[in-house]
């Protein structure tokens, strides 16, 4: 049976450019729908997060322009300012559907990125 699932990933930009913000993006999602086999139509909507000194682009860029997911749903904002947290940040959590289960998900951590998984599902 068919069900909306969660999958997330997160990757770094190497600057604070719209260049730079928009290539992370679209790796990472490229990565994503090739890990998961996605297609767009699985993709129900997505929901990018940057840290906040990641202000030069919208991340949605990537799959709106990039990607050609003109009939996505997108969303764009910053994360949450926590000290110490790690910065240069793109996150994208995509909601899915598909016929798999949460565990068979691949959810991909890239560049200055692949700590976050580690720490916790608020990461």
């Not at 049976?1 to 990757?11: N, P, Q, V, Y």
């Not at 240069?88 to 959590?93: A, E, H, P, T, Y």
């Not at 995509?94 to 599902?121: F, I, P």
């Given at each position: ?11 770094t930009a ?65 994360e949450m ?43």
């Open positions: 049976m068919s069900a909306c699932l969660g999958l997330r990933g997160a990757t190497d600057a604070n450019t719209k260049e730079a913000i928009v290539d992370a993006t679209e790796e990472l999602l490229r990565q994503m729908v090739a890990s998961n086999q996605l297609v767009e139509n699985d993709v129900a909507a997505v929901f990018f997060t940057t840290t906040r000194d990641l202000n030069a682009e919208f991340p949605a860029v990537a799959a709106r322009v990039r990607m050609g997911w003109e009939h996505t749903a997108l969303m764009n904002a910053h300012d926590v000290p110490d947290a790690a910065t240069s940040v793109v996150r994208v959590l995509l909601l899915v559907n598909t016929d798999k289960s949460k565990d068979e998900l691949v959810h991909v951590y890239l560049k200055g990125a692949q700590h976050l998984r580690s720490r916790g599902a608020t990461q």
